[in-house]
């Protein structure tokens, strides 16, 4: 907006400009790797301009997961908030959203919000867009601390199989799957999980378990068609790694059995 100004024959002429800052950006100060938390932020037009972009999408404003308190294309961008922006001078904006941590290892980090991220509105001080604010991210680590299974059993004959998981990590153990992190056990002629092994069955579960928490599981179990001898059945938790985690190594239990015809 301009505005005229006539001295001594001379005119003058003045852009009135907004200027749009972040006035709070509200989020838990912890979170585990793979969670939706809520966040909220509160854009306000302190400038005596009205702050509209000249984009027909409005002015997309960004969330970035930091390690510093400094935007750069080392951030991940956590999502884009686009919208008509036309906020008068002096107007706030509240929006609340679902925001998903992305997997990464547990440490310090920022959640940086900033308004207008294009700079497509014009302002009369684009260096106050930014806010930080500080979060904590854990991680969880899933181990399973007991397979319980006959010492011996005979091919085709159903057997009772029960397991423990536990989650001795510090974040929630969660999957970003709607179906949940599947375990798989399998029959195998030695410790070593891999493809010549059978798989005797895949137990999937909608996986939310807090640090320190354990879930146990009951199931009958078909034993193949396989000569006699010894034998190892092997559980995996979380076989696909949906799930982020500190340690990917301790996600396996192995327990021997006998195969007799």
């Given at each position: 907006?301009?505005?005229?100004?006539?001295l001594?024959?001379?005119?003058?002429a003045q852009?009135?400009?907004?200027d749009?800052?972040?006035?709070?950006?509200?989020?838990p100060?912890?979170?585990?790797?793979?969670?939706?938390?809520?966040?909220?932020?509160?854009?306000?037009n302190?400038g005596?301009?009205?702050?509209?972009?000249?984009?027909?999408?409005?002015?997309?404003?960004?969330?970035y997961?930091?390690?510093?308190?400094?935007?750069?294309?080392?951030?991940?961008?956590?999502?884009?908030?686009?919208?008509?922006?036309?906020?008068?001078?002096?107007?706030?904006?509240?929006?609340?959203?679902?925001?998903?941590i992305?997997?990464?290892?547990?440490?310090?980090?920022?959640?940086l919000?900033?308004?207008?991220?294009?700079?497509l509105?014009?302002?009369?001080?684009?260096?106050?867009?930014?806010?930080v604010?500080?979060?904590?991210?854990k991680?969880?680590?899933?181990?399973?601390?007991?397979?319980?299974?006959?010492t011996?059993?005979?091919?085709?004959?159903?057997?009772?199989?029960?397991?423990?998981?536990t989650?001795?990590?510090?974040?929630?153990?969660q999957?970003?799957?709607?179906?949940?992190?599947?375990?798989?056990l399998?029959?195998?002629?030695?410790?070593?999980?891999d493809?010549?092994d059978?798989?005797?069955?895949?137990?999937?579960?909608?996986?939310?378990?807090?640090?320190?928490a354990?879930?146990?599981?009951?199931?009958?179990?078909?034993?193949?068609?396989?000569?006699?001898?010894?034998?190892?059945?092997?559980?995996?938790?979380?076989?696909?790694?949906?799930?982020?985690?500190?340690?990917?190594?301790?996600?396996?239990f192995?327990?021997l059995?006998?195969?007799?015809?």
């Amino acid at each position: 907006f301009l505005f005229g100004l006539s001295l001594t024959g001379l005119s003058y002429a003045q852009e009135v400009l907004p200027d749009l800052t972040v006035t709070s950006l509200q989020a838990p100060t912890s979170a585990s790797t793979q969670e939706t938390i809520d966040a909220s932020w509160t854009i306000t037009n302190q400038g005596e301009g009205i702050a509209q972009s000249s984009q027909g999408s409005g002015a997309p404003d960004h969330l970035y997961l930091s390690q510093d308190e400094v935007l750069d294309s080392s951030d991940i961008d956590l999502g884009w908030y686009g919208y008509r922006i036309e906020l008068a001078p002096g107007a706030s904006v509240t929006s609340n959203v679902k925001v998903g941590i992305p997997k990464v290892p547990a440490g310090n980090y920022y959640l940086l919000f900033k308004v207008d991220q294009p700079n497509l509105v014009n302002e009369s001080n684009e260096d106050n867009n930014l806010i930080v604010k500080p979060i904590t991210i854990k991680v969880p680590d899933l181990t399973v601390t007991s397979l319980q299974a006959p010492t011996s059993a005979s091919t085709q004959e159903t057997i009772d199989a029960s397991w423990t998981i536990t989650n001795q990590g510090e974040g929630i153990a969660q999957s970003s799957q709607g179906s949940g992190a599947p375990d798989h056990l399998y029959l195998s002629q030695d410790e070593v999980l891999d493809s010549s092994d059978i798989d005797l069955g895949w137990y999937g579960y909608r996986i939310e378990l807090a640090p320190g928490a354990s879930v146990t599981s009951n199931v009958k179990v078909g034993i193949p068609k396989v000569p006699a001898g010894n034998y190892y059945l092997l559980f995996k938790v979380d076989q696909p790694n949906l799930i982020y985690e500190t340690k990917e190594w301790n996600n396996l239990f192995a327990r021997l059995i006998t195969i007799g015809e």
